[in-house]
């Protein structure tokens, strides 16, 4: 199994979870072929990445699946990987796989939208153009409701993931308020 698909498979015992788990517990579920080290790792990164949050700070810290960025899902998967990680993924999950997949080049769009202060018809078409070239079209309407998701959420509180200034969010959110109000 690739370490993406071990990632995927520990976001989603994370998400089989009435609460929150230990790292030890989460190690004992998961079974062989993760390193503590190895999952303490990618547990960072997950949290760092808003999609696992972290409860606690020393040994003792507990995990679970992040509310934002999640979505229902009983559909399988539409990417190859091993039998066991279809198997795990093919159950129920709550943890929505193509907003991860895609939240590098979605943020990277987020940026271009903002420093070039797209608005309006012109953004819809930049969006549009760009959705094409980016995400797969089986994942295309998963990726613009994301993508519509995170404009409409955006603010200083999250610019930093996008690599982008206050002020930048502040001139580019003017523009789209002017955009609305003309007529």
Known sequence: MSSKDRKLAVLHQLSQETGPIGLQELLAKLGEGYPERTLRRWLSQLVNEGLVEKLGSTRGARYRVADRGCRQTDSPSR?????????????????????????????????????????????????????????????????????????????????????????????????????????
């Open 79 to 183: 990417y190859p990987r091993s039998k066991r990680a279809e198997i795990a993924l093919q159950v129920r999950c709550s943890f929505d796989e193509i907003r991860a997949r895609y939240r590098q080049p979605r943020r990277a769009l987020l940026r271009n939208i903002i420093l070039n202060k797209r608005v309006g018809a012109a953004l819809n078409e930049y969006i549009h153009s760009q959705s094409l070239d980016l995400a797969a079209k089986e994942d295309r309407t998963a990726f613009l409701e994301d993508l519509q998701e995170d404009l409409r959420e955006i603010d200083g509180n999250y610019i930093a993931a996008f690599g982008i200034t206050a002020e930048e969010l502040k001139a580019w959110m003017v523009a789209q308020d002017e955009t609305r109000s003309q007529p």
